[in-house]
């Protein structure tokens, strides 16, 4: 069981980290009347009260050995950069 948890929270980090690195080199500044967003295979919505910040979800199984189990329903948002990356840093 802790390896499917284990598992699980790889996926979403693995996946957080592609959605984010894909969105990046997208147009990151929301554009005035834009009511959606398509990042890969996520559909982002403006979040509301927060400025520059997008809404999604993800869904996952909660048991990935029976795909007919129940799912699970991950909230996120994503808040693009204001500028270009700097590069690596070293410490």
């Not at 069981?1 to 598992?7: A, F, L, N, T």
């Not at 929270?9 to 009347?33: E, F, H, K, Q």
Request: net charge positive.
């Amino acid at each position: 069981m802790v390896r499917r948890w284990h598992d699980l929270l790889a996926l979403l980090l693995v996946a957080g980290l592609l959605a984010g690195s894909a969105a990046s080199l997208a147009d990151a500044a929301a554009r005035p009347g834009e009511r959606t967003r398509r990042v890969g295979t996520q559909k982002l919505t403006p979040c509301k009260g927060y400025e520059r910040t997008w809404c999604g979800f993800l869904t996952a199984p909660l048991d990935r050995d029976d795909p007919g189990a129940a799912t699970l329903k991950i909230g996120y948002a994503w808040r693009p950069a204001k500028n270009a990356a700097r590069g690596t840093l070293v410490a």
